[in-house]
Nanobody, 114 residues
Framework: QVQLVESGGGLVQPGGSLRLSCVAS????????MTWVRQAPGKGLEWVSN????????DYADSVKGRFTVSRDNAKNTLYLQMNSLKPEDTAVYYC???????WGQGTQVTVSS
């Protein structure tokens, strides 16, 4: 039974920070490169970040580069997204998935507003 459970979202003021988590189960997490994507209200999916299996290689969308950091703890089957210097345009539902997008969780809502 594959599960991906995102958490850590919430309401934050512009310039603030949040740390998202994604706990995986039902597959061999350490064998999969992972990705974060997001969906803003009324808009399509936007890729945010990738991380390789060991965590040593990462990529970011231009819109978040320098502000977000993706990491993973394979011993805990957990993927993270540290989000700093948040902007209103970061408001979205954030999802984690393996790079092949085979599995999805329910996402976690991030709202950046004054």
């Amino acid at each position: 039974q594959v599960q991906l459970v995102e958490s850590g979202g919430g309401l934050v003021q512009p310039g603030g920070s949040l740390r998202l988590s994604c706990v995986a189960s039902g597959f061999t997490f350490s064998n999969y490169a992972m990705t974060w994507v997001r969906q803003a209200p009324g808009k399509g999916l936007e890729w945010v970040s990738n991380i390789n299996t060991g965590g040593g290689n990462t990529d970011y969308a231009d819109s978040v580069k320098g502000r977000f950091t993706v990491s993973r703890d394979n011993a805990k089957n957990t993927l993270y997204l540290q989000m700093n210097s948040l902007k209103p345009e970061d408001t979205a539902v954030y999802y984690c998935a393996p790079r092949n997008y085979r599995y999805w969780g329910q996402g976690t809502q991030v709202t950046v507003s004054s």
